[in-house]
């Protein structure tokens, strides 16, 4: 497989594992991230051999591309764990969200407005180029999604334009119309809170199979 066709995952939950059978299927090799393998195991005999497990700093040396899917309130401490030299020159797709569950459901954020996670992670790794994505919808949906309103754009932001274009056409060999580009990373402030509103939306319509979108 070439280089650019490997992918690391960060992660072992559903977003992680919603992408790395996603990315597999459309003929990437990935290795996920844990500090618990044998969680996985059952998973990656299910998935095929085109997904394999390792640590999180294995994931992060795998491939050009690394995708950071893990709980908002741990992620800071997963990259410190990992370190930046191991994410530096590589596009790193930030799917983490900063929510607050300690009130229950609904979440709130834990914190936003003048901070955000997708900011906090670009600081914590300064030679990597951070792409906010595929953190305003829901796991099941990440990868060719199939909406009654027709094709779907994922919201992205980024400092770096060239990153953001090889995030895009990641998101469209996943079956996606593309991105919707709203600027640098700052803007990730915006897109995270955008999750809490697509909770209320998904208890208010019993669904959690919708999307946040611009229609014109």
């Given at each position: 497989?070439?280089?650019?066709?490997?992918?690391?995952?960060?992660?072992?939950?559903?977003v992680?594992?919603?992408?790395?059978?996603?990315?597999?299927?459309?003929?990437?090799?990935?290795?996920?991230?844990?500090?618990?393998?044998?969680?996985?195991?059952?998973?990656?005999?299910?998935?095929?051999?085109?997904?394999?497990?390792?640590?999180?700093?294995?994931?992060?040396?795998?491939?050009?591309?690394v995708?950071?899917?893990?709980?908002?309130?741990?992620?800071?401490?997963?990259?410190?764990?990992?370190?930046?030299?191991?994410?530096?020159?590589?596009?790193?797709?930030?799917?983490?969200?900063?929510?607050?569950?300690?009130?229950?459901?609904?979440?709130?954020l834990?914190?936003?407005?003048?901070?955000?996670?997708?900011?906090?992670?670009?600081?914590?790794?300064?030679?990597?180029?951070?792409?906010?994505?595929?953190?305003?919808?829901?796991?099941?949906?990440?990868v060719?999604?199939?909406?009654?309103?027709?094709?779907?754009?994922?919201?992205?932001?980024?400092?770096?334009?060239?990153?953001?274009?090889?995030?895009?056409?990641?998101?469209?060999?996943?079956?996606?119309a593309?991105?919707t580009?709203?600027?640098?990373?700052?803007?990730?402030?915006?897109?995270?809170?955008?999750?809490?509103?697509?909770?209320r939306?998904?208890?208010?319509?019993?669904?959690?199979?919708?999307?946040?979108?611009?229609?014109?």
């Open positions: 497989m070439a280089p650019e066709r490997r992918i690391g995952i960060v992660g072992s939950g559903d992680a594992k919603a992408l790395g059978r996603g990315l597999a299927t459309h003929g990437y090799d990935v290795k996920l991230g844990t500090r618990d393998p044998k969680k996985l195991e059952g998973w990656t005999r299910e998935v095929g051999p085109r997904v394999s497990v390792g640590s999180p700093a294995d994931a992060a040396a795998y491939g050009p591309c995708i950071l899917a893990v709980h908002g309130d741990a992620a800071e401490r997963v990259l410190d764990g990992i370190g930046p030299a191991a994410f530096a020159g590589k596009l790193v797709l930030d799917a983490t969200n900063p929510l607050d569950l300690s009130h229950g459901m609904p979440p709130g834990l914190f936003g407005v003048t901070d955000s996670l997708g900011e906090r992670v670009q600081r914590k790794l300064p030679q990597a180029r951070v792409v906010k994505c595929f953190n305003t919808v829901g796991s099941p949906k990440m060719d999604p199939n909406f009654a309103a027709g094709p779907a754009r994922m919201w992205v932001c980024g400092n770096d334009a060239g990153a953001k274009h090889e995030a895009e056409a990641i998101v469209r060999e996943l079956g996606w593309g991105v580009d709203v600027g640098g990373i700052e803007a990730a402030r915006w897109l995270e809170a955008l999750v809490p509103l697509w909770v939306a998904g208890l208010a319509l019993n669904t959690w199979e919708h999307v946040l979108q611009v229609v014109r």
